[in-house]
């Protein structure tokens, strides 16, 4: 079984400040892993995702996210955020072979003037 | 434009009555997805099919139903066993077999009264 624990379920931020989501998964096979985001009554879409390679993967909107294996997290950064950037965004893992994610409960990025 | 349509945004029903929410993709994506989003609780899996005329429950299946006839649509079935059927429901595909990343809908918020 996996599971995705997201370790702030809010977190406010000034413009142009950095920020950093956390999200770790637990997995007893190989994973691949994703960032969506979601905008207020609307559906998710895919930020970034690792699937295998380089351990930083570059996303849309000038996020990336760093797999880190041995302490099994996949936190999303951004330098600078902007209040466009205010949303939910959620972690998610799946494994090689179910056919199914797994998702975290989301985090509620607030981007304050 | 290629992509997924859930229909329609909104929907009201009374108790007891079962409802059944569309959703149609042009990705000609084999596996098809639903969730169910609650406020701090994220996404949860309730059915998913990998191919026409098979799917499989997800976590939290009890009180829905659906299926898979054609590759385009997977609609769900809200039936009047589900004690607590309010929600907002986002339907979802992926390439199948893989789970790598998951196109979503805009998704249907269903009150029931």
């Known amino acids: 079984a996996q599971s995705v624990t997201q370790l702030d379920s809010q977190v406010p931020v000034f413009e142009e400040a950095p920020v950093e989501l956390r999200c770790n998964y637990s997995?007893?096979?190989?994973?691949?892993l994703f960032w969506y985001v979601q905008y207020p009554n609307q559906g998710l879409q895919l930020l970034l995702k690792y699937l295998s390679g380089s351990t930083l993967v570059k996303g849309i909107n000038g996020f990336e996210a760093e797999f880190n294996k041995s302490q099994t997290s996949f936190h999303l950064r951004k330098p600078s955020v902007h209040i466009s950037d205010t949303a939910e965004y959620f972690c998610a893992v799946s494994d090689t072979g179910a056919g199914k994610s797994t998702f975290g409960d989301g985090t509620t990025l607030t981007v304050k003037p | 434009d290629g992509g997924i349509t859930q229909s329609p945004k909104y929907l009201f029903r009374k108790e007891g009555q079962n409802v059944t929410l569309s959703c149609e993709q042009n990705?000609?994506?084999?596996?098809m997805y639903w969730y169910r989003q609650d406020p701090g609780q994220g996404l949860r899996l309730i059915y998913y099919?990998?191919?026409?005329?098979?799917?499989q429950k997800g976590d939290i299946a009890e009180g829905y139903s659906v299926s898979r006839e054609k590759k385009e649509s997977f609609p769900l079935t809200v039936t009047s066993a589900q004690k607590n059927p309010t929600a907002f429901y986002l339907c979802?595909?992926?390439?199948?077999?893989?789970?790598?990343?998951?196109?979503f809908g805009p998704g249907t918020r269903l009150t029931v009264t």
């Open positions: 979802a595909s992926s390439i199948a077999g893989t789970a790598l990343e998951q196109y």
């Open positions: 990705l000609n994506h084999d596996a």
């Open positions: 997995s007893s096979v190989s994973v691949y």
């Open positions: 099919s990998q191919i026409v005329n098979d799917f």
